[in-house]
């Protein structure tokens, strides 16, 4: 396949992941503001799991497969600064994945982890994320 199919595949993918990753914390902030309403905790179990398993996943597999087929094909991104931001950053958005996945399962069995406040700030950190992710591998500072 053509590096310019690969890119365009890689981007694809990545914006269904990050359709998941902003979004399921606000599902957790709705989640831990109607804790007391069983009809509405009962759906926001089934869209959480549904939105992890069927968005960001996919998501997270596609980007990565089509992220590192480019590399394979064009190693000399690796050596280079803007990657090295990127690769940080990745590091910790592939975190915040699983951290929503602990979060998600603590939920499901009903456990209360964390207060709604917080899950609206955790709710920022992928925006940060994409952000810098976008800004180094577009501009290419160095
Ligand atoms: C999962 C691991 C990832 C790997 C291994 C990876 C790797 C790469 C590589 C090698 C390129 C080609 C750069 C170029 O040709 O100049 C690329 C392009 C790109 N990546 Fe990633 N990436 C990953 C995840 C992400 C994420 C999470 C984002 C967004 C937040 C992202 C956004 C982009 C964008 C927008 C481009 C296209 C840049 C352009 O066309 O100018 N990537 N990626």
């Known amino acids: 396949m053509s590096y310019l199919w690969l890119r365009a595949l890689h981007v694809i993918f990545v914006m269904s992941w990050f359709a998941g990753l902003v979004y399921i914390f606000r ?25 992890y398993r069927a968005i960001c996943w996919p998501g997270f597999v596609g980007s990565a497969l089509f992220g590192v087929w480019m590399l394979v094909l064009v190693p000399g991104h690796l050596s280079q600064g803007w ?44 925006t940060v994320l994409m ?3 976008v ?4 501009v290419k500072p160095f």
């Open 27 to 51: 599902l957790f902030v709705y989640h831990v503001e109607n804790r007391d309403k069983p009809d509405a905790t009962t759906m926001l179990i089934t869209m959480e799991r549904r939105l």
């Open 83 to 126: 990657f090295h931001v990127k690769a940080t950053a990745l590091i910790g958005l592939i975190g915040y994945h699983f951290y929503c996945g602990h979060i998600r399962r603590r939920m499901a069995a009903g456990e209360y982890p964390l207060t709604s406040k917080q899950c609206r700030m955790l709710n920022e950190v992928p």
């Open 131 to 133: 952000m810098i992710i």
């Open 135 to 138: 800004i180094f591998v577009v």
